[in-house]
């Protein structure tokens, strides 16, 4: 059973179009984080968020951490080919070592 | 940001053998270092987490005799795939908790079992 539930698991959208993915759970979370991962690569941190509530930029990307801290979003604006990839949320736990990563969003942007 | 290596980046063997992959925390020192197996176009699952100096932690399902993990340094984790089957071809990421509940991931390496 997966703690973390996105949504759409799969997106394709034309470059300069606007997106959002949606990261969801029952379950309260102490820390949020967003990655991009490359096919062949590595997952690369984007963001880490801790308050409920919690709003950051970074450039075309705002992610936002649910007031409850049960769930985030991730928008991008005017979305370029270079935004292309998988898109992981992963949750982390008071006094749990590990983080819970979410089913993953797939994201294409055609130029 | 920092900074994660792992080695080899692919490594093609025969079934039977044994594979070992390092995973190293190049510019913090990690306590805790986890193992990941991800299948195509699917997310990561936890293999297990590797503790310096002591056991590692498994996740349920996955054989610790299979998969040998040893955490000897704050900087170094290995991870060896005894008696390699074609089922065990994957892509095996590590990643490195620096601080909070932050994990920065390697390169991963690709795992091909003849």
């Known amino acids: 059973t997966q703690l973390l539930e996105q949504s759409p698991q799969f997106l394709s959208i034309q470059e300069g179009e606007n997106l959002t993915v949606y990261c969801n759970s029952s379950?309260?979370?102490?820390?949020l984080q967003w990655y991009r991962q490359e096919p062949g690569e590595g997952p690369v941190l984007l963001v880490t968020?801790?308050?409920?509530?919690e709003v950051k930029k970074l450039k075309r990307l705002t992610f936002q951490f649910g007031d409850a801290r049960k769930d985030s979003s991730l928008h991008i604006t005017a979305a370029q080919p270079g935004d292309t990839g998988l898109y992981l949320c992963a949750g982390g736990k008071t006094g749990a070592n590990n983080l819970f990563f979410g089913t993953g969003t797939r994201l294409t942007v055609i130029p | 940001g920092a900074v994660v290596s792992q080695h080899p980046s692919r490594v093609i063997c025969k079934s039977g053998t044994s594979v070992k992959i390092e995973c190293r925390s190049l510019d913090f020192q990690a306590t805790t270092m986890f193992w990941y197996r991800q299948f195509p176009k699917k997310s990561l699952m936890l293999m297990a987490t590797?503790?310096?100096?002591?056991?590692?932690?498994?996740e349920q399902g996955v054989e610790k005799d299979k998969f040998l993990i040893n955490h000897a340094s704050l900087t170094l984790s290995t991870l060896t795939v005894t008696s390699a089957h074609p089922e065990d071809s994957s892509f095996y990421i590590c990643s490195a908790k620096r601080s909070y509940n932050e994990q920065f991931f390697g390169p991963g390496t690709r795992l091909t079992v003849l």
């Open positions: 379950s309260v979370f102490s820390s």
């Open positions: 968020v801790v308050t409920g509530g």
């Open positions: 590797s503790n310096e100096g002591s056991k590692a932690t498994y």
